[in-house]
C-alpha cells in the first residue's frame, strides 16, 4: 500500500498534469479539431470530474455586492469580513459611486424586510441605453420600474438599490471561502431567455416561430414569424431571439397550452449535443419539471405542470415551473416535450425517455446514491430563483444554501466545482460596462420606441456569422466557483460571460467548440478561478440564513440507495416550511416583512400579464 506522502504526491502530479492539458486546450483547438481518439469520458484535463451550474435569475453585480465586504449590520444577519479579504473589487463602494453618481437617483441600501421588490426593466434595448456608451447614467429612464403595482416595495429610482451581506449573508460568505469574479457578463443584453440560451449554446439566433396548436412533438412553423419569438427574420423566417417566447417542445408552455402565443424553436447545436456525440452525461435538473398532471399518452394531449406552487417570503404563491427558463426545450434533440420522468436513478444523465431534461427531486436522488452526472444544470422554482416581483434574495438564498450545504455533503464534493451564475440583471443599476465585442445594426424601433441597437452596440464590431441582435458582452452579474479545488477568498478579474461555462465543460471533456459563430469561441476562461496544484480541501456549510455553520475538511461519504419520485412534489405547498425543510421566514424578519405591508408594501404577488419579461 502507497504511503500517505507518496499518494499526496500523485494526486499533486496528477493536478498538475491536468493545468498543463487545460492550459494547451486554452489555446485555442479549432471547433472541429477531432480527429484521431476521442477521450473516454472519465478523462478530464482538469481534476474536476463533476460541474454543477447552480443558474438563477435577474442580479447585477452591483445589486449584490456593491458594498462588499463591508455590510452595514444594522439589521438581518450579522457579516464579518476575514482582513483577508482582497480589496481590488470593482464595485459601488471602492469606485465611489455610493453618493457622487451621474444617475437621477444615488443607490440606497436595502434591508432584508424589503426583499420583495418590483421588477426592473430589462429588455435588450433599453439595457443598452442604460448604459449610454459606457457612462452608465440613464438606468432611471430606462430600466426602471417605475411605479410597482401589486403591493411590492418599490421607490423613485429603485433600480439604483443594492442588497449588502446582511441579506445576501449566503453569497457573500461563500465569496470568502471561494472564488467570486467581478468581470462576468451576459453574453447579450436582454431578459432570461437569452441569458439560458446563451448558457447552454453561445447563439441565440437560429430561432424559427411555431404555431401552438400544431403540439410539442413536431411543431409547425408560422406562416408569418411572430415579432415576440423572431427578431430580424430572413426570407425563411429564422431571425434573432431578443425576448422571452415560449418553447415550443413543451407541454407546459403558454400556461399548459391554454393560451395561443406562438412558440419559439431554436436550430443548431448545444451543449448537450456535444456532450452526448462524447458520451459524456448531464442533466438539466428544475423546480417543478415534474408534471402536476402527466400526459397521457394521448395524441394531442398535454402535460400539464401549473399545479405545483410554492409561497415566497411574501406569503405569495408561485408556479413553480417556467417553460422560457428551461433551454434545453426549444431543441428537439435534447427536449423532453411531455416532461416524462426517468425510469430509474441509473437512467439520470443518460439516454432514456426523460432526455436528460429532470425534476429537481432527481438531482437529490441521484447525488445521494454517488451517480453524479458529469455536469449538471440546476434551476430553482419560481419562488427561489431571485427573479424580482416573485422572488426575492431571502428565498433564493434558500435554495442555494440547501443545494450547495447537500453537494458537499456528498460522495462527489471532492472532485466537483459549483458554480452559482445567472440569466441577465433584470435591468439593475451596475456601473461597470463592457465596449461591445460583437456588434449589431438593428434600427428598427425597440420596444422603447428607439432603434434596437443604440449606438454603441451599432458601432461595435461586426456581427459574428452576420447574425443581428447579439450585441454584447450585456449586462454584469456575479459568477462564483465553489469547489474544492478553487481559489480561498480569492476576487477574479478575468473578463468572462455565461458563454464562459461551457467553454470550462468543453475544454474539461475535450469536446471541441459548438462552432456556428457561438461565444464559446471567445468566451474568456474560469481557469483563474481555480488553483489545482494547491487544493483548499473545503467542506463550507452554511446555516439557513446564510451563515457559517461549519468549515472543515472534505469528508468521504458512502453514496446511499435510492430511488426517483414519479409524481410532483410538494404540490400545492403553501406550508411553514419549504422544499428543503427551512422556515419560510427567517427568523425575526417575517414579522418584519408583514409590518411593512402594512404601511404600504403589501406583499401581494401579481402574475405576469400576457407574456411579460423575465
Same mark, same amino acid.
Given at each position: 500500500m502507497a504511503s500517505r506522502g507518496s499518494r499526496a504526491a500523485m494526486r499533486r502530479l496528477g493536478a498538475l498534469t491536468g493545468v498543463a492539458a487545460l492550459a494547451v486546450l486554452g489555446a485555442g483547438a479549432p471547433a472541429g479539431a477531432a480527429g484521431g481518439h476521442h477521450p473516454t469520458p472519465s478523462r478530464t484535463a482538469t481534476p474536476i470530474k463533476h460541474v454543477v451550474v447552480l443558474f438563477d435569475e435577474n442580479i447585477s453585480f452591483d445589486h449584490y455586492f456593491a458594498t462588499y465586504p463591508k455590510a452595514a449590520n444594522t439589521d438581518g444577519t450579522k457579516f464579518t469580513a476575514s482582513p483577508r479579504t482582497p480589496r481590488d473589487i470593482d464595485n459601488l463602494r471602492t469606485a465611489g459611486l455610493l453618493k457622487h453618481n451621474p444617475n437621477q437617483y444615488a443607490p440606497k441600501r436595502l434591508t432584508p424586510q424589503q426583499a420583495m421588490t418590483c421588477d426592473q426593466n430589462h429588455d435588450y434595448g433599453p439595457e443598452q441605453y442604460a448604459y449610454n456608451g459606457g457612462k452608465a447614467d440613464r438606468f432611471v429612464q430606462n430600466t426602471d420600474s417605475g411605479k410597482c403595482s401589486g403591493g411590492l416595495f418599490g421607490e423613485p429610482g429603485l433600480v439604483m438599490d443594492y442588497y449588502d451581506g446582511n441579506t445576501v449573508t449566503g453569497l457573500?460568505?461563500?465569496?470568502?471561502?471561494?472564488?467570486?469574479?467581478?468581470?462576468?457578463?451576459?453574453?447579450?443584453?436582454?431578459?432570461?431567455?437569452?441569458?439560458?440560451?446563451?448558457?447552454?449554446?453561445? /447563439?441565440?439566433?437560429?430561432?424559427?416561430?411555431?404555431? @401552438?396548436? $400544431?403540439?410539442?412533438?413536431?411543431?409547425?412553423?408560422?406562416?408569418?414569424?411572430?415579432?415576440?419569438?423572431?427578431?430580424?427574420?430572413?426570407?425563411?423566417?429564422?431571425?434573432?431571439?431578443?425576448?422571452?417566447?415560449?418553447?415550443?417542445?413543451?407541454?407546459?408552455?403558454d400556461k399548459d397550452h391554454t393560451s395561443k402565443n406562438a412558440l419559439a424553436v431554436m436550430q443548431g447545436r448545444n451543449i448537450g449535443d456535444v456532450l452526448n456525440s462524447r458520451k459524456v452525461s448531464w442533466g438539466w435538473f428544475q423546480g417543478g419539471f415534474r408534471a402536476s398532471t402527466p400526459w397521457d399518452g394521448t395524441a394531442g394531449h398535454y402535460a400539464k405542470c401549473g399545479g405545483t406552487t410554492h409561497?415566497?417570503?411574501?406569503?405569495?404563491?408561485?408556479?413553480?415551473?417556467?417553460?422560457?427558463?428551461?433551454?434545453?426545450?426549444?431543441?428537439?434533440?435534447?427536449?423532453?416535450?411531455?416532461?416524462?420522468?426517468?425510469? $430509474?436513478?441509473?437512467?439520470?444523465?443518460?439516454?432514456?425517455?426523460?432526455? %436528460?431534461?429532470?425534476?429537481?427531486?432527481?438531482?437529490?436522488?441521484?447525488?445521494?446514491?454517488?451517480?453524479?452526472?458529469?455536469? $449538471?444544470?440546476?434551476?430553482?422554482?419560481?419562488?427561489?430563483?431571485?427573479?424580482?416581483?416573485?422572488?426575492?434574495?431571502?428565498?433564493?438564498?434558500?435554495?442555494?444554501?440547501?443545494?450547495?450545504?447537500?453537494? /458537499?455533503?456528498?460522495?462527489?464534493?471532492?472532485?466537483?466545482?459549483?458554480? +452559482?451564475?445567472?440569466?441577465?440583471?433584470?435591468?439593475?443599476?451596475?456601473?461597470a460596462f463592457a465596449t461591445p465585442r460583437n456588434g449589431s445594426k438593428d434600427t428598427s424601433t425597440g420596444s422603447n420606441g428607439k432603434p434596437t441597437d443604440s449606438p454603441a452596440c451599432q458601432a461595435g464590431p461586426a456581427?459574428?456569422?452576420?447574425?443581428?441582435?447579439?450585441?454584447?458582452?450585456?449586462?454584469?452579474?456575479?459568477?462564483?466557483?465553489?469547489?474544492?479545488?478553487?481559489?480561498?477568498?480569492?476576487?477574479? %478579474?478575468? @473578463?468572462?460571460?455565461?458563454?464562459?461555462?461551457?467553454?470550462?465543460?468543453?475544454?474539461?471533456?475535450?469536446?471541441?467548440?459548438?462552432?456556428?459563430? $457561438?461565444?464559446?469561441?471567445?468566451?474568456?476562461?474560469?481557469?483563474?478561478?481555480?488553483?489545482?496544484? %494547491?487544493?483548499?480541501?473545503?467542506?463550507?456549510?452554511?446555516?439557513?440564513?446564510?451563515?457559517?455553520?461549519? +468549515?472543515?475538511?472534505?469528508?468521504?461519504?458512502?453514496?446511499?440507495?435510492?430511488?426517483?419520485?414519479?409524481? @410532483?412534489?410538494?404540490?400545492n405547498a403553501a406550508s411553514a416550511t419549504d422544499s428543503a425543510g427551512f422556515p419560510a421566514l427567517p427568523a425575526g424578519i417575517g414579522a418584519a416583512v408583514v409590518a411593512a405591508g402594512a404601511t404600504g408594501t403589501v406583499l401581494v404577488l401579481r402574475r405576469r400579464k400576457g407574456r411579460g419579461t423575465a
Open positions: 457573500w460568505n461563500y465569496a470568502q471561502h471561494y472564488a467570486l469574479n467581478d468581470r462576468s457578463f451576459s453574453s447579450v443584453y436582454g431578459p432570461s431567455t437569452p441569458g439560458a440560451i446563451n448558457l447552454v449554446s453561445g /447563439q441565440t439566433h437560429g430561432v424559427i416561430s411555431t404555431d @401552438p396548436a $400544431s403540439g410539442t412533438e413536431n411543431p409547425r412553423q408560422t406562416a408569418t414569424p411572430d415579432p415576440h419569438a423572431v427578431q430580424s427574420p430572413d426570407a425563411k423566417g429564422v431571425g434573432t431571439m431578443v425576448n422571452d417566447p415560449d418553447p415550443a417542445f413543451d407541454d407546459c408552455s409561497t415566497n417570503v411574501g406569503g405569495a404563491a408561485a408556479v413553480d415551473y417556467s417553460p422560457h427558463h428551461s433551454p434545453f426545450q426549444y431543441y428537439k434533440s435534447t427536449a423532453n416535450p411531455h416532461h416524462l420522468p426517468p425510469k $430509474s436513478v441509473d437512467e439520470i444523465g443518460h439516454a432514456g425517455p426523460a432526455n %436528460h431534461n429532470y425534476d429537481l427531486t432527481d438531482f437529490d436522488a441521484v447525488l445521494k446514491a454517488g451517480k453524479l452526472p458529469a455536469v $449538471s444544470f440546476l434551476k430553482a422554482p419560481e419562488y427561489q430563483d431571485a427573479h424580482a416581483g416573485y422572488s426575492d434574495p431571502l428565498d433564493e438564498q434558500h435554495f442555494l444554501v440547501n443545494q450547495i450545504n447537500h453537494i /458537499q455533503q456528498s460522495p462527489q464534493w471532492k472532485d466537483t466545482a459549483v458554480v +452559482v451564475a445567472y440569466d441577465d440583471s433584470d435591468g439593475w443599476y451596475d456601473h456581427a459574428a456569422g452576420g447574425y443581428a441582435d447579439r450585441c454584447g458582452p450585456g449586462t454584469r452579474q456575479p459568477l462564483l466557483v465553489i469547489s474544492p479545488y478553487s481559489k480561498v477568498n480569492r476576487i477574479d %478579474h478575468t @473578463p468572462t460571460e455565461q458563454t464562459s461555462i461551457i467553454k470550462f465543460v468543453e475544454d474539461n471533456w475535450h469536446t471541441g467548440r459548438i462552432g456556428d459563430a $457561438s461565444f464559446d469561441s471567445r468566451a474568456g476562461s474560469l481557469q483563474g478561478m481555480f488553483d489545482f496544484r %494547491h487544493p483548499n480541501n473545503k467542506q463550507v456549510l452554511l446555516n439557513t440564513d446564510g451563515s457559517v455553520k461549519s +468549515v472543515g475538511p472534505v469528508r468521504h461519504v458512502d453514496p446511499v440507495a435510492t430511488t426517483i419520485t414519479q409524481g @410532483p412534489a410538494m404540490q
